[in-house]
T-cell receptor, first 115, second 115 residues
């Protein structure tokens, strides 16, 4: 069985602050893929990043960065210098390889950036 | 064109009504999905179509009936729904199904209220 835990239900920060969203996962597979999706108030989930289990390199994309640590089964997401447009619900997700495996979403973290 | 378009955006229906949700994508994707999302919860997979054939039904009640007329269109026919079926219904697509690294492209959803 696989599981994704996002312990932070809601976070509020003031604009320009940095914020880290935590994601911890459980899986017995050695090959798997991790994702982050953003769901703004408009409703659609937007893909942010994908990482496979063999690639532990951290990634930076503009103000966004991701820290993947296999040793602690974590895939945390940091927004630097947050902006009001970052306000959304963020979902971490996991998908195992091998046969059909559906995406397992975490429960989401609602981020509110206050101007 | 990287959009998944869903109509209608909002739908209110009685328990005896029959209605349909529509989803369209023109990205050449061969896998299409229906997800159900209750408030403050992650999306839950309902159905997967792969190459216009139903490949996954996550034990969804028969009052929900999916249809994939062609590779660009996905419908969800609703009949005799219950108030607890009120939710955001999200359509998604991906290049192919069965590849665990596939990222999903989501529509903005249909907010359904069953009275």
């Amino acid at each position: 069985a696989q599981k994704v835990t996002q312990a932070q239900t809601e976070i509020s920060v003031v604009e320009k602050e940095d914020v880290t969203l935590d994601c911890v996962y459980e899986t017995r597979d050695t090959t798997y893929y991790l994702f982050w999706y953003k769901q703004p108030p408009s409703g659609e989930l937007v893909f942010l990043i994908r990482r496979n289990s063999f690639d532990e390199q951290n990634e930076i994309s503009g103000r966004y960065s991701w820290n993947f640590q296999k040793s602690t089964s974590s895939f945390n997401f940091t927004i630097t210098a947050s902006q009001v447009v970052d306000s959304a619900v963020y979902f971490c997700a996991l998908r195992n390889s091998g046969g059909y495996q559906k995406v397992t979403f975490g429960t989401g973290t609602k981020l509110q950036v206050i101007p | 064109d990287t959009e998944v378009t869903q109509t209608p955006k909002h739908l209110v229906m009685g328990m005896t009504n029959k209605k349909s949700l529509k989803c369209e994508q023109h990205m050449g994707h061969r896998a299409m999905y229906w997800y159900k999302q209750k408030a403050k919860k992650p999306p839950e997979l309902m159905f997967v179509y792969s190459y216009e054939k139903l490949s996954i039904n996550e034990s969804v009640p028969s009052r929900f009936s999916p249809e994939c007329p062609n590779s660009s269109l996905l419908n969800l026919h609703l009949h005799a729904l219950q108030p607890e079926d009120s939710a955001l219904y999200l359509c998604a697509s991906s290049l192919q199904d069965g590849r665990p690294n596939e990222k999903l492209f989501f529509g903005s959803g249909t907010q359904l209220s069953v009275l």
